[in-house]
């Protein structure tokens, strides 16, 4: 069983450049999340989805977008990256009963 | 708003010692609350959760975890640490609904020595 799937693992970007990350789940989910990791926080929610066609904003969803054309895909859109955006990106996907979120192995993304 | 609260950031355990982790957390009813564990390079993994009923949970791993609604806390327990619970420890609150809109904590780094 795949899972949760995460691309790049890793990525460099300059400043003011853009990048999507992406996140495909295949255990049928409806709900799916990104969540950024840094360093002593602890993980913050950016986006979710309830399904597809459906998406709403987390706790720090500054600088980022998002879209869920399907159930499977929720891929996370950086338009101009800045330093603030350095981190570790989390997806996340759970069923309706929200007992477990699933997560990807992560996307360490560096802004220089 | 929801919060929570783990006080400590490091700590080292024998291998082969009892470990408790510290979670305290902030919701106006009453909470779901999660313990994940994250190994180096990885993802977050769900060692247990609770959700209503008994307030002591089995997870997986040999980890227990008591719900204190008195003390607002959720804390962690694992009789005897191997070497591989070598790990981040997150503790986590979401609504009693459905659709989990949850917030961690900032996390407890587990070492363990020889």
């Known amino acids: 069983n795949a899972g949760v799937t995460q691309t790049p693992k890793f990525r460099i970007l300059k400043i003011g450049q853009s990048m999507t990350l992406q996140c495909a789940q295949d255990m049928n989910h409806n709900y799916m999340y990104w969540y950024r990791q840094d360093p002593g926080m602890g993980l913050k929610l950016i986006y979710y989805s309830v399904g597809a066609g459906i998406t709403d904003k987390g706790e720090v969803p500054n600088g980022y977008n998002v879209s869920r054309s399907t159930t499977e895909d929720f891929p996370l859109r950086l338009e101009l990256a800045a330093p603030s955006q350095t981190s570790v990106y989390f997806c996340?996907?759970?069923?309706?009963?929200?007992?477990?979120?699933?997560f990807g192995s992560g996307t360490q993304l560096s802004v220089l | 708003a929801q919060s929570v609260t783990q006080p400590d950031i490091h700590i080292t355990v024998s291998e082969g010692a009892s470990l408790e982790l510290r979670c305290n957390y902030s919701?106006?009813?009453?909470?779901?609350l999660f313990w994940y564990v994250q190994s180096p390079g990885q993802g977050l993994q769900l060692l247990l959760k609770?959700?209503?009923?008994?307030?002591l949970v089995q997870g997986i791993k040999g980890f227990e975890a008591e719900f204190k609604r008195s003390q607002s806390s959720f804390n962690l327990r694992k009789p005897s640490v191997h070497w591989s619970d070598a790990a981040e420890y997150f503790c986590?609150?979401?609504?009693?609904?459905?659709?989990?809109?949850?917030?961690f904590g900032t996390g407890t780094r587990l070492l363990v020595s020889p």
């Open positions: 919701y106006g009813a009453t909470p779901y």
């Open positions: 609770y959700f209503s009923g008994d307030t």
């Open positions: 986590a609150v979401g609504m009693n609904t459905g659709f989990q809109k949850l917030v």
């Open positions: 996340a996907s759970s069923p309706p009963s929200g007992e477990k979120l699933f």
